[in-house]
């Protein structure tokens, strides 16, 4: 059975960090490792099994029907081919009552409008599976390449992203990408500067304190305001200045922005809920309007050919 090492439901970053020192005093220990000279190898295999491994978000593929029919969900394109073939049938009655035959001449105009809808429906799916498709070899690709420097058994070195695992010291390099969730140890250099705007939306960039710093109250050689010092870098996180060394606390589908993902996806926005609440009452007002046309339309025809028998 996995065991956790941090739950990120409902925290912020900095409750992370100060909980995750007090539950875990002797994190180093907690986490089968050893700041200094990292895990050995077979730490290594311990903790994937305690904790888990380092897997990459699976890339869910869309199949090309389901491009087909998403377009048909909303219900003003329904409403627009309800109307086609309205116009078809009543096009083709009218056609074979003034011709004394059937004449399926009259349903051009309605058959062009269904025509139109699929042709754009078809080539509309294909460029979002297209695109799709390119998006997967690129993931692919860009996953092939990435390396990353840990210390193990006192020594730096190179491994993949899926190797990568809870305990694990990470090397921290400038202009990187920050792989998984990690706790700021200890610098190589002076200072620390990250920017999370691809997680948290904001551009400034964060100046990071060690967790030893941020629990004593102590910022070292920075001027930085206690309420603002944090030590926790998040995966996707892009280290902008400085190099510096993190213990890994968090990987895979466990990592903030990830867990994060997902409780957004399962809850809607007030305001998301408002505007379907309100396109919702226009495709009903829209599908009424043209049903009541519709009837109005037909009781005029029927008028038109048995009461008044005028020629339509």
């Known amino acids: 059975m996995i065991k956790y090492c941090v739950k990120y439901e409902f ?7 100060v909980g995750f020192c007090k539950e875990h005093k002797s994190y180093s220990k907690y986490l089968n490792t050893n700041l200094k000279d990292g895990l050995t190898n077979e730490q290594v295999l311990l903790n994937r099994e305690i904790f888990g491994e380092n897997d990459r978000e699976v890339f869910e593929e869309t ?4 491009f087909l029919l998403d377009p048909f969900q909303d219900p003003i394109l329904l409403l627009l081919v309800f109307a086609a073939f ?4 009543l096009g083709v009655v009218k056609e074979s009552i003034h011709e004394g035959h059937f004449e399926f001449a009259g349903a051009y105009e309605g058959l062009a409008i269904l025509v139109a809808v699929v042709v754009v429906d078809l080539v509309s799916a294909y460029n979002n599976w297209k695109k799709e498709q390119e998006f997967k070899k690129l993931q692919e690709s860009y996953a092939k390449t990435q390396k ?14 899926d190797e990568i695992v809870i305990g694990d010291v990470l090397k921290l ?20 500067k990250v ?15 060690t967790l030893n710093d941020v629990m004593n109250n102590s910022s070292g050689e920075s001027d930085i305001e206690p ?9 996707g996180s892009t280290i902008n200045e400085g190099t510096a060394y993190g213990l890994v606390i968090s990987v895979g589908a466990n990592t903030y922005i990830r867990t994060q993902t997902k409780l957004e996806t399962n809850e809607e926005s007030p305001l998301m809920e408002k505007l379907e609440i309100i396109a919702n009452q226009i495709g ?10 519709i009837i109005i339309i037909w009781i005029k025809l029927i008028i038109q050919i048995l009461v008044l028998k005028t020629d339509i």
């Open 11 to 17: 925290q912020e970053p900095r409750d992370i960090q």
């Open 63 to 66: 199949p090309l029907y389901q």
């Open 86 to 89: 309205f116009s078809m049938v």
């Open 148 to 161: 990353f420097f840990v210390i193990r058994d006192g020594k730096e070195q190179e491994i993949e992203f």
């Open 173 to 192: 390099n400038y202009g990187t990408q920050c792989p998984v969730d990690c706790i700021l140890i200890r610098f190589d250099g002076q200072s620390l």
């Open 195 to 209: 920017d999370e705007s691809s997680v948290t939306g904001e551009s400034d960039l964060i100046t990071k304190c």
């Open 227 to 235: 309420s603002k010092r944090f030590s926790l870098i998040i995966s």
């Open 284 to 293: 009903r007002f829209g599908m009424f309007t043209a049903i009541l046309i």
